[in-house]
């Protein structure tokens, strides 16, 4: 199946700082990938859906200035969380879509461990 | 409003249980797949069900796509205890970007 890296696995950080995770897909050109907020046991939260060449689309909620997202190249997307604070702390986790034929299929990083502390 | 539901919210069997695992929706979806996913690491493809009524079998998993397409079930037998983890259904809709994830069924398999 296709692959996409997520880097760094685990981050931590002093509240106030910047924390830059990046998601690449190594197999397959990605116009779109997707960012997750995943808590707990439970399923994912999408935050934003980021677009090669232009700017993401972010979910309802979701504060654009503080979750900067920038999708260079169709290979990869980051996520820049600005000025972190301890409720930021989460399980963050990248997704590329495949289309194949008619089917499409997510394809996830190994997702990003944020502490701010 | 979760688009796919799916139940149970949490299992917790012994080793050696058969268990079944159920997504539902009142959408139809171009395709439903199934994920599976361990602590502290991304979601991994189980399986992609396309054909409505389709059955699939992975091992001891078994995955089934309604006749409808609107819904899904994951029967696995014999569970061991690395079948722990978290289990995703997720729905592709007929146009561009739709993806819906499912709302998660949290597996414990006790040895």
């Known amino acids: 199946g296709a692959v996409v890296s997520q880097h760094p696995s685990r981050v931590i950080c002093k509240s106030g700082t910047s924390v830059k995770i990046e998601c690449r897909s190594l197999?397959?050109?990605?116009?779109?990938m997707f960012w997750y907020r995943q808590f707990p046991k439970q399923s994912l939260m999408l935050m934003a859906t980021?677009?090669?060449?232009?700017?993401?689309?972010?979910e309802q909620g979701v504060e654009k200035d503080k979750f900067l997202i920038n999708h260079a190249s169709l290979t990869l997307s980051t996520l820049t969380v600005t000025s972190a604070h301890p409720e930021d702390s989460s399980f963050y986790i990248c997704?590329?879509?495949?289309?194949?034929?008619?089917?499409?299929?997510?394809?996830f990083g190994q997702g990003t461990r944020l502490t701010v502390v | 409003t979760q688009l796919l539901e799916q139940s149970p919210q949490f299992l917790s069997i012994q080793e050696g249980e058969n268990l079944t695992v159920y997504c539902n929706s009142s959408?139809?979806?171009?395709?439903l797949q199934w994920y599976r996913q361990e602590p502290g690491e991304g979601p991994v493809l189980l399986v992609t069900?396309?054909?409505?009524?389709e059955v699939k079998k992975l091992k001891r998993l078994t995955f089934q796509f309604g006749d409808a397409r609107k819904d899904s079930s994951l029967h696995i037998t014999a569970a061991q205890p690395g079948d722990t983890g978290l289990y995703l259904c997720?729905?592709?809709?007929?146009?561009?970007?739709?993806?819906?994830f499912g709302t998660g069924t949290s597996l414990t398999v006790i040895p």
């Open positions: 980021s677009n090669e060449g232009s700017k993401a689309t972010y």
């Open positions: 997720a729905g592709a809709g007929w146009t561009g970007n739709q993806f819906y």
């Open positions: 069900v396309v054909t409505g009524g």
């Open positions: 997704s590329a879509r495949k289309r194949t034929g008619l089917n499409t299929e997510a394809f």
């Open positions: 959408s139809v979806f171009s395709s």
């Open positions: 197999d397959f050109q990605a116009t779109t």
